[in-house]
């Protein structure tokens, strides 16, 4: 037998397996760690903003606006408020009293009687008044500072006038004048803090 007719070189052992198993497995783990690091990535990101969401808060703050307005360019004259005044204390004459008082300040005088509610008020007083008169009422608050605003179902603009047992008269004009001439500071929007 001559040698070129032997088999032939061997192959070696190792060179009929292909790529080798452990070389396989890391690519696997590094795929599978690169896929999970996207996706928890994209699960921060919109739970995120779906947290927000879901909690109601808004990617911006609604916006409040503060100004400084003049009572005196919005409020009425005396002289078209009507004034309707009672007496909600034990003090007789109030009523009369104080309805005199008003009228020497300009306004318009209509009832004059105790409380039509039988109400005994121990404060200063009462300022009552319907939608059409809130702007009324406004302006009679600044002759009674520590009166207590309360809104009823009357269809006209006229207000009552409350008179309480703390109640020791109508503030000063002077007093009244510069409260009124005096800026006062005013928010709007719907970003402002509610509330009495």
Request: charged share 15%; with cysteine.
């Amino acid at each position: 037998m001559s040698m070129l007719s032997g088999p032939g070189p061997r192959k070696s052992p190792g060179s009929s397996r292909g790529i080798p198993w452990t070389t396989i497995i890391g690519v696997l783990v590094s795929m599978a760690l690169l896929f999970g690091a996207a996706f928890v990535g994209v699960r921060l990101i919109r739970g995120s903003s779906g947290t927000a969401q879901a909690a109601g808060i808004s990617p911006s703050p609604s916006v409040c606006v503060s100004s400084t307005v003049q009572p005196a360019g919005s409020l009425p004259k005396p002289s078209t408020v009507t004034v309707n005044t009672f007496n909600g204390s034990h003090h007789k004459g109030l009523a009369r009293t104080t309805a005199a008082e008003l009228q020497l300040r300009g306004f318009k005088t209509g009832e004059i009687a105790n409380d039509p509610l039988g109400q005994h008020i121990k404060s200063v007083g009462e300022i009552r008044y319907g939608v059409k008169g809130a702007m009324n009422a406004a302006l009679l608050r600044y002759y009674v500072p520590e009166a207590t605003l309360t809104l009823d179902k009357r269809t006209d603009a006229s207000v009552d006038l409350v008179t309480g047992e703390a109640f020791v008269g109508l503030a000063p004009q002077s007093q009244v004048d510069s409260s009124i001439s005096s800026p006062t500071p005013t928010s709007t929007g719907a970003g402002c803090p509610t509330g009495k």
